[in-house]
């Protein structure tokens, strides 16, 4: 090849190289294209129709490969990985965060309580409660920047430098309050004497604003006497329907308060971790409660700049 290449008017050895190939691939020096380049395959609309589908319906956790795979044993069509990708992306597929759900969770019972929610209170009625636990681990941060490496960083991961718990308290104007204890889980009796000197002198009669006291359920939501103590001043109280945590606005607060503690200063959380995790929970604003209840199902109409009812 290479003496023929240096012969006058001959190509030049990588052509020679090519039509090598070519021979020793189809045992013919004609492409199959005919001498037109070969383009990526377009995806058939029909095809495309059927991925997306199988993605919406059945299982959205695939990779690219995976749905190569899938719709070669469809269409018996194999697809570039690369195609399938802009396909994708062209239709508005993206790759999103994914969010589980318990195959327990009764449809029936969510929809009886978005009908609740919905079609018997107003938002400016609801007030939801709910605990969550804090430590300093909240204040590890998951990223951080370097070279060609994961970047490492000492923490104490042996002993906890504080662990609160705290009860939630928030509706549509905002977080109301915050009840932190310093202990390892909070009991019936600390949970019922937080709703009696918290929640209850912030609530109002039915159908007043701040009258429908929404929990999840949690067997401590059960306790004995607290439905009484609401009841008996007029409070309406409402479970939601079990592994139904999409339906509760506070838990979208605990992931705001969450974020807000990975921002500050560790130094500054460990001297005084209590009032760190109140202004935390407590920057959760009216604007913040508004999207938080309308993500969850509830119709909020705003009638003046950050005031929603």
Same mark, same amino acid.
């Given at each position: 090849?290479?003496?023929?290449?240096?012969?006058?008017?001959?190509?030049?050895?990588?052509?020679?190289?090519?039509?090598?190939?070519? &021979?020793?691939?189809?045992?013919?020096?004609?492409?199959?294209?005919?001498?037109? @380049?070969?383009?990526?395959?377009?995806?058939?609309?029909?095809?495309?129709?059927?991925?997306?589908?199988?993605?919406?319906?059945?299982?959205?956790?695939?990779?690219?490969?995976?749905?190569?795979?899938?719709?070669?044993?469809?269409?018996?069509?194999?697809?570039?990985?690369?195609?399938?990708?802009?396909?994708?992306?062209?239709?508005?597929?993206?790759?999103?965060?994914?969010?589980?759900?318990?195959?327990? #969770?009764?449809?029936?019972?969510?929809?009886? &309580?978005? @009908?609740?929610?919905? &079609?018997?209170?107003?938002?400016?009625?609801?007030?939801?409660? %709910?605990?969550?636990?804090?430590?300093? @681990?909240?204040?590890? #941060?998951?990223?951080?920047?370097?070279?060609? @490496?994961?970047?490492?960083?000492?923490c104490n991961m042996l002993t906890q430098l504080w662990s609160f718990s705290a009860l939630g308290i928030m509706s549509i104007d905002g977080m109301l309050d915050v009840a932190i204890h310093n202990v390892r889980g909070v009991t019936a009796q600390m949970f019922f004497d937080d709703?009696?000197?918290?929640?209850?002198?912030?609530?109002?009669?039915?159908?007043?604003?701040?009258?429908?006291?929404?929990? %999840?359920?949690?067997?401590?939501?059960?306790?004995?006497?607290? #439905?009484?103590? &609401?009841?008996?001043?007029?409070?309406?109280?409402?479970?939601?329907?079990?592994?139904?945590? %999409?339906?509760?606005?506070?838990?979208?607060?605990?992931?705001?308060?969450?974020?807000?503690?990975?921002?500050?200063?560790? %130094?500054?959380?460990?001297?005084?971790?209590?009032?760190?995790?109140?202004?935390?929970?407590?920057?959760?604003?009216?604007?913040?409660?508004?999207?938080?209840?309308?993500?969850?199902?509830?119709?909020?109409?705003?009638?003046?700049?950050?005031?929603?009812?």
């Open positions: 090849m290479a003496w023929i290449a240096r012969q006058r008017y001959s190509p030049s050895l990588t052509t020679i190289k090519a039509w090598v190939r070519t &021979f020793r691939r189809y045992a013919s020096y004609a492409t199959p294209s005919g001498g037109r @380049r070969l383009r990526r395959r377009k995806i058939l609309r029909a095809h495309q129709d059927l991925l997306i589908d199988f993605l919406e319906k059945v299982n959205p956790t695939l990779y690219l490969d995976e749905m190569q795979r899938w719709l070669h044993r469809q269409v018996m069509v194999k697809y570039s990985v690369s195609g399938i990708c802009a396909m994708l992306i062209c239709r508005g597929v993206t790759r999103k965060k994914l969010s589980l759900i318990s195959s327990r #969770r009764c449809e029936l019972e969510r929809n009886r &309580f978005m @009908r609740f929610i919905q &079609f018997r209170v107003e938002a400016s009625q609801v007030v939801c409660l %709910d605990e969550t636990r804090k430590d300093s @681990r909240c204040c590890y #941060r998951r990223y951080g920047r370097g070279r060609g @490496r994961r970047v490492v960083m000492g709703c009696f000197y918290h929640v209850l002198p912030l609530c109002n009669p039915f159908p007043g604003p701040k009258s429908v006291i929404i929990l %999840d359920n949690s067997l401590l939501h059960y306790c004995p006497g607290l #439905r009484q103590l &609401f009841e008996s001043n007029g409070v309406v109280v409402q479970h939601t329907s079990a592994y139904s945590y %999409d339906l509760m606005p506070i838990e979208k607060a605990f992931s705001k308060a969450k974020a807000i503690l990975q921002r500050q200063d560790s %130094d500054e959380i460990n001297a005084n971790p209590r009032l760190a995790l109140r202004r935390a929970l407590m920057s959760v604003n009216a604007n913040d409660a508004a999207g938080y209840y309308r993500s969850c199902g509830f119709e909020v109409t705003e009638v003046a700049p950050g005031i929603f009812i």
